[in-house]
């Protein structure tokens, strides 16, 4: 889901284009609803968010998120590990994620968490959040100092902070996480899933340009589509146009090489870029063989090909090699 969308589009106008990717974070908040309840991972503040799915989601549906969730887990962990939490975490086009809340469990909350999605979606978030106290007790228990300022396109508390912008604007964005008290001088991860995909290539190329020159030390992981051009990429391309939901950077998803370039060629000095099913291949094995063992898959060569079409890129800026975090599992992370 992403705060971002293509401008006309051949059967829908800019406002339809933005309604459909809208569109787009309901149906991933749905997925991972119905993924936790069958068991694959935890996250008890995803009911607090969005309905019980109506149908049961495909074997290699509820698989491929649950490689996606722990996948970004694993790089965000990493940073954190590395820094130490003395950082702070934009999550782009947050839609209704609910990672704020996961970590401070875990006792992982970063100096400061910020959000940033259409002002349509984070006001419905903000909505959850004031009407359900299992998601405003902990932002209320993790703020200090003053009075925790919201209303209905913002929340700013010391620990969390959701803005409602476009990322199409980064001098839009850029202006509004500072009044929410961005500190560009800390170690930053930047998170962006399913969004750049939904912005132009030169649209997507201003946001990681944005990010690299505004943080001296950053991280940025992005996870999205890849291999495009294949015959099974132009079916998920034909399905999402049927739903006026139009890829408008899928040129840049054509390849994993095509995918790192674009980090480098936009001010990021490292950049890594792998499938997901070789990230599924990557997770811990006792647990992938728990979640197996929770529905039979029947079609594999299917769940294969879904996975082979999906892939998370992480790139770094720094001195002190914030990038390099597969290293220790023996993984080249350069193909």
């Not at 969390?160 to 800390?186: P, Q, T």
């Amino acid at each position: 889901m992403a705060a971002a969308a293509r401008g006309p589009l051949p059967a829908a106008g800019p406002d339809e284009a933005d309604e459909a990717v809208r569109g787009t974070c309901e149906d991933a908040s749905v997925c991972k609803r119905f993924a936790v309840s069958v068991g694959y991972w935890e996250d008890p503040y995803i009911q607090c968010f969005v309905r019980q799915a109506k149908e049961r989601k495909a074997p290699e549906i509820n698989r491929g998120y649950y490689a996606r969730v722990h996948g970004v887990s694993y790089l965000l962990k990493a940073f954190l590990k590395k820094t130490e939490c003395n950082c702070q975490i934009v999550n782009l086009g947050a839609g209704m994620d609910t990672l704020f809340w996961r970590l401070k469990d875990e006792n992982l909350l970063p100096r400061k968490y910020f959000e940033v999605d259409f002002p349509m979606i984070v006001a419905r978030k903000i909505h959850n959040i004031k009407s359900k106290p299992p998601l405003s007790k902990p932002i209320i228990e993790s703020h200090s100092g003053d009075s925790l300022l919201i209303d209905s396109h913002s929340l700013d508390s010391s620990r969390y902070s959701i803005v409602g912008a476009d990322l199409r604007f980064s001098s839009d964005l850029e202006e509004k996480l500072k009044k929410h008290n961005l500190d560009i001088h800390l170690p930053t991860l930047l998170i962006a899933e399913c969004v750049l995909v939904y912005m132009t290539p030169q649209q997507s190329a201003n946001l990681l340009k944005w990010a690299a020159s505004t943080f001296p030390v950053a991280m940025f992981i992005n996870y999205e589509q890849v291999n495009m051009t294949d015959r099974f990429g132009q079916i998920m391309i034909e399905n999402l146009q049927r739903r006026q939901c139009n890829l408008a950077g899928v040129e840049v998803c054509r390849s994993l090489e095509a995918q790192r370039e674009r980090l480098l060629l936009n001010g990021w000095e490292n950049a890594h870029a792998i499938d997901m099913m070789k990230v599924y291949s990557f997770l811990p094995q006792a647990d992938v063989k728990r979640i197996e063992e929770l529905e039979f898959l029947d079609e594999k060569e299917l769940f294969e090909q879904l996975m082979q079409h999906y892939c998370i890129c992480w790139a770094s800026k720094d001195s002190s090699n914030l990038g390099n975090v597969l290293q220790d599992l023996g993984v080249d992370p350069s193909h």
